[in-house]
């Protein structure tokens, strides 16, 4: 039985006790409550068919998520799957870092842990770390399948990237970055036995996703509400960009370390070792993963004009192992006479480039703690104490914005109005409701002699009252 290193164990149990907090203590996102309301009055039909409207939405982590929501709606309870596959995603990417091997491996799973985009996934009802779990262990078992080539090891790893598939379809990309940066090593006889047999499932998830992609791309809704991005201000947009930098510089270094060095080229070293070739193949593999998952992202983000955080998830372990891995090469880097001068200076910029790193991420995880998302539920508590059996429920804008609510509230439905004959009508306008709506559906009930008795604010929406003015 595998047993954990202390150190990792301490990393591990801090994390997640930030994450039971975090789960604890911040309202649910637009996002999560929208994946949780796939499972209001349950039956199968209706949970496929409201996968395949949700854009981007796969199959695999609804169904993940299922016992949890027929359950509780309670945020602690629906995040519990994130949690898990969050402390999983930890491991792997260990044991990823083993597998090099990093010397500083605990320095690199810190920055995996706290890099804010995955901080802020982490505690969230999505698939997201869902899928980042599959794709680091699709990342294992191709190393694995490299190593010792197999029929059950090629079906292990494609089992793996075709979970990737119907959890988050870019979750797979990496796996293209893999079997292409492995050409490199195609004139080793056992290395281009293991790409023929890392081709065939890494090409069999695509046919077996083909089909429902089929089906469920005509059935995406056009106008689904898509809510805030990572909200990390101003200042965190140049934060952001200083962290990209940071890792595509250490994603070119890193590729860069797996090639011979220059004493290498000209004979002065002795053959490569199995070990050293293990660890360039590794490092080669992930740079190509991660460089398959940002040309994604950003071919992605171009069609949809638009870039999301979590397109750069998939490239996050692959770019801080990358990135550790060439900055330890670089410490041990034996330059040439003429350049020795320069000697502490390899020594010095590796630990100060990954405290830079550490620095950077934290005031952006504290600033998303600190800055919680519109809560929901509060604006939902406000509707119950308005309604009686004189009244009934408008939804402001048609849609899912009765989704909004029923997720808190599942029993607002039977007060939903079905004509307007009603002496009281109360008006749910929830924060995404565009300001030319909210004024036409007030104007509307004005029109027909509705004036207003209150009026309540919460979560940016509002809970409007209005009477029959001949009552």
Known sequence: MRRFPPTFSVFAAVYGFLLVIASLL?????????????????????????????????????????????????????????????????YLFFRLAKLIPLRRRYVALLAFLIMPVHFYFAGQARPFEQGLFLELLAALLFFRLVQTPTVWHAVWYGAALTACLYTDAISFLPAIGYVLFLLRFASGKAERRALWFALPPTVAPALLFAPYYAWARPKVDGVWLIGQAYPAGDWGVWTGMALAVLLLAGLIGGAW????????????????????????????????????????????????????????????????????AGL?????????????????????????????????????????????????????????????????????????????FLAFEPDLEAHECRNFSHPRIVLAEHPYVTPADKRNAELYFRGLNFVEKKRQSAAGGQIVTVQDGEN
């Open 328 to 404: 330890e090469r670089l410490s041990t880097l034996v330059l040439p006479p003429v350049l020795s001068v320069l000697r502490p200076v390899p020594r010095v910029l590796t630990p100060a480039l990954a405290i830079l790193f550490i620095a950077l991420c934290i005031p952006a995880d504290a600033f998303y703690l600190l800055n919680p998302p519109q809560d929901l539920e509060s604006l939902t508590q406000l509707i119950r104490p308005e309604l009686n059996e004189k009244t009934c429920l408008v939804f402001v804008s048609e849609g899912l914005s009765r989704y909004l």
């Open 257 to 324: 370390s797996s090639f011979p060095s220059w004493r290498t080229l000209v004979g002065g070293n002795p053959p490569i070792t199995a070990a050293t070739l293990q660890r360039r193949i590794v490092v080669f593999c992930l740079s190509g993963g991660a460089l398959a998952a940002i040309v994604g992202a950003s071919v992605k983000a171009v069609n949809l004009t638009a870039f999301t955080p979590n397109e750069i998830l998939w490239a996050l372990p692959g770019l801080i192992l990358v990135s550790f």
């Open 26 to 90: 911040l309202p649910l996102h637009l996002d999560e409550i929208l994946q949780t309301a796939a499972s209001q009055h349950f039956y199968w039909k209706h949970l496929f068919e409201w996968i395949a409207q949700t854009p981007g939405a796969q199959p695999l982590s609804y169904l993940v998520q299922l016992p949890f929501s027929l359950l509780s709606h309670s945020r602690f309870v629906l995040r519990i799957p994130s949690l898990l596959f969050a402390m999983g995603s930890c």
